[in-house]
């Protein structure tokens, strides 16, 4: 009876913070046999619930990665991510080859960031985005990688930060919605939160393991949910170059599964082939959460896998994972 009482009490205290779908038809929504879409915080906008990451569709080959899209796309995946620096813009251009044919551009939701922090870089980066992007506008512009010491006094500079460049591109028509990225804590993505400004959304690591281990999920995710500011989902699997199933016995279909059952408004995935894609597709085409059950069975077993912060190398300062032009140019601000 002891032992039965301190395994449900340690349960209730795991699931503690670990929310949950109340109702996914008031999020989500399916049509036609597509990719169901659920809604972009308090924007009035629908995205797909899973999306491009933009960083691998610069990686790969340039014809794979367009015919990619477009089959995605045809699929029913409206929302691509990408960022300015992503392999050295080589990602904006392939996206812009791809969602300019086909009169694709008119069917999808681009997301872009920018790395500066300064207003005369960000306006760059941005205008960089635009050409390379081959569009009038972006839908959405956050500010990359917010997680360095400084960043947010940087980018809110009335003066000179980026944030009042992303105001002025967002007057002149050239984006629609502004947020901001970062994945090593989520202490610094609730300072942000307490700025004098309307996010339209947030980009932050959700996975099975972050639930144990200085977690976005329990600390940012319902701050946004409350604010109705639009959650997006990255690093389901962990990371490019280490992988949750590397840890704890669990496919990569059940970390993206998990993922998807909390209440983001889409999850970015990085697919380098068509089966990488179609997994994904398949999984979101007949979507349903995972049941709480579930969700406890996973916690309980990644447990030590987490413990340490090991597997997520995004959260740990000293690992430079991050965003490489602003490491370059705070290490010249530095030396």
Request: net charge negative.
């Amino acid at each position: 009876m002891g032992n039965e009482f301190s395994r449900r009490e340690f349960i209730q205290t795991l699931m503690a913070g670990v929310i949950l779908w109340p109702d996914i038809t008031q999020f989500q929504s399916s049509k036609n046999g597509l990719i169901p879409t659920r809604m972009l915080g308090n924007t009035g906008e629908r995205i797909s619930m899973i999306g491009f990451g933009g960083w691998d569709l610069g990686f790969i080959d340039e014809k794979l990665a367009i015919d990619m899209i477009h089959r995605g796309v045809d699929e029913g995946i409206t929302f691509i991510d990408n960022a300015w620096e992503y392999n050295n813009g080589r990602s904006e251009e392939v996206v812009g080859k791809a969602v300019a044919t086909g009169g694709l551009r008119d069917k999808v939701f681009l997301m872009s960031k920018v790395c500066a922090r300064d207003y005369e870089g960000a306006k760059r980066h941005l205008e960089d985005g635009l050409r390379r992007l081959q569009t009038s506008h972006i839908d959405l512009v956050m500010l990359h990688s917010i997680q360095y010491d400084g960043d947010r006094e940087r980018v809110f500079d009335p003066d000179n930060g980026a944030v009042k460049a992303l105001f002025e591109a967002r007057k002149e028509g050239k984006l629609r919605y502004i947020g901001f990225s970062g994945h090593r804590d989520p202490q610094i993505h609730l300072d942000m939160l307490m700025m004098p400004i309307e996010w339209d959304a947030v980009l932050m690591p959700l996975n099975i393991l972050d639930a144990h281990y200085n977690s976005f999920q329990k600390k940012v995710l319902p701050v946004l949910l409350d604010r109705q500011i639009a959650p997006l989902g990255m690093k389901s699997l962990v990371g490019r170059f280490s992988r949750i199933s590397e840890r704890m016995n669990v496919s990569a279909e059940l970390c993206r599964r998990y993922s998807m059952s909390l209440p983001v408004s889409t999850l970015v995935c990085g697919w380098q082939n068509m089966d990488e894609m179609q997994l994904c597709i398949n999984i979101a085409r007949d979507f349903e959460p995972l049941t709480e059950g579930k969700i406890e069975e996973l916690l309980l077993s990644s447990i030590d896998p987490a413990a340490d912060g090991g597997a997520e190398l995004y959260k740990d300062s000293r690992s430079g994972y991050g965003c490489s032009y602003h490491s370059r140019i705070l290490s010249e601000i530095e030396g």
